[in-house]
């Protein structure tokens, strides 16, 4: 599975973005979970938000809850993270992210197969 994130870009805080992260060469299917990860300038790949394989339960960081929303569309093998309200500390590149079925380790990039190469989200104050 070959990721391609799109959608980054400038926006001034309490905008809002549509990430979008497009499948190619396998397809996501339901047995796939898939999340976003972030990673500003000297720190870590921190976790964003993941959707389970089949029951479709999201996940999300304490950081990003009530404003990000994670979304998948089978038929268009895509991945989708609505980021409203956004504040500068979101500031990041968004790394789209899959593995076959679930992990409890959801939130470790260890823990994911397939990755794309992200998209710059800059929230200007």
């Known amino acids: 599975v070959q990721l391609q994130a799109s959608g980054g870009g400038l926006v001034q805080a309490g905008g809002s973005l549509s990430l979008s992260c497009a499948a190619s060469g396998r397809a996501i299917t339901r047995s796939h979970t898939v999340a976003w990860f972030r990673q500003a300038p000297g720190n870590v790949r921190e976790f964003v938000a993941a959707?389970?394989?089949?029951?479709?339960?999201?996940y999300y960081a304490d950081s990003v809850k009530g404003r990000f929303t994670i979304s998948r569309d089978i038929a268009k093998n895509t991945v989708y993270l609505r980021m409203n309200n956004l504040k500068p500390e979101d500031t990041a590149v968004y790394h789209c992210?899959?593995?076959?079925?679930?992990?409890?380790?959801?939130?470790?990039?260890?823990?994911?197969?397939?990755w794309g190469q992200g998209t710059q989200v800059t929230v200007s104050s």
């Open positions: 959707s389970r394989e089949n029951s479709g339960s999201t």
């Open positions: 992210a899959a593995r076959l079925y679930f992990h409890v380790l959801y939130w470790s990039p260890d823990e994911y197969t397939y």
